[in-house]
């Protein structure tokens, strides 16, 4: 079956550097993908990795290992407005995204 | 110039009741989502259609009835409503960026329906 893990909640404190862990099982990879998605919004796209390696954009980079089966994302001096959870998804074989169930990250001043 | 609208924001209704919420994207992709998020925030694709016609059609009950009538709208109409139907619902719209960029990964969300059933 198809797989992706990522730790429920994560707390973090204001200023402070956050990793968020994302693991995935699935038939076929055509790239991986993070949302971010506030309390009552819906998602939207933060980055996009399809090699192995880290993408940075801003504050936040995002990394993957195919042979491993793992990506992360780095967000740096946080700030309140980044309390969000934080969706991991991957394009399989067939471009169909497979959705973790995401990461409430909680800011603390 | 909202890229992706949905409307209704809030809807809610009895057991057993039929409703429609629509979907509309501004920016020319060519595949429409919708997609089901429960309580515990796990986001479920249901549907999803490329230029008019259906391309996934996950295992949803029948009761949800997925309409296209150009690229642009993709419409959900659920029959028969349960309480386990009572969830926030999001369209999304995506276009083909070829294999080296994901394919289709690059979703627009819509602002979400959310429904509760009573």
């Known amino acids: 079956g198809q797989n992706i893990d990522q730790p429920t909640e994560m707390t973090a404190t204001e200023g402070a550097i956050v990793q968020i862990n994302c693991t995935y099982q699935t038939s076929g990879f055509n790239g991986l993908f993070w949302y971010q998605q506030h309390a009552g919004e819906a998602p939207t796209f933060l980055s996009y990795?399809?090699l192995d390696g880290l993408e940075e954009k801003g504050r936040f980079s995002s990394f993957l290992s195919r042979s491993k089966g793992y990506s992360y994302l780095l967000l740096k001096e946080l700030q309140m407005k980044d309390s969000a959870s934080y969706l991991c998804a991957v394009s399989d074989s067939n471009y169909q995204l497979i959705w973790g169930a995401g990461t409430k990250l909680i800011i603390k001043p | 110039d909202t890229a992706v609208s949905q409307t209704p924001k809030y809807l809610v209704t009895q057991m057993g009741n039929d409703k429609s919420i629509k979907c509309e994207q501004n920016?020319?992709?060519?595949?429409m989502y919708w997609y089901k998020q429960d309580s515990k925030k796990f986001l479920k694709i249901m549907f999803s259609y490329n230029n008019k016609e259906l391309i996934i059609n996950e295992t949803v009950p029948n009761r949800f009835s997925p309409k296209s009538p150009d690229k642009a709208h993709l419409n959900l109409h659920i029959n028969s409503l349960e309480l386990g139907d009572s969830a926030v619902y999001f369209c999304?719209?995506?276009?083909?960026?070829?294999?080296?960029?994901?394919?289709?990964?690059?979703?627009?969300f819509g602002p979400g329906t959310r429904l509760t059933v009573l």
């Open positions: 990795n399809v």
């Open positions: 920016l020319g992709h060519d595949t």
């Open positions: 999304a719209s995506s276009q083909d960026r070829g294999s080296a960029s994901g394919g289709w990964g690059e979703q627009f």
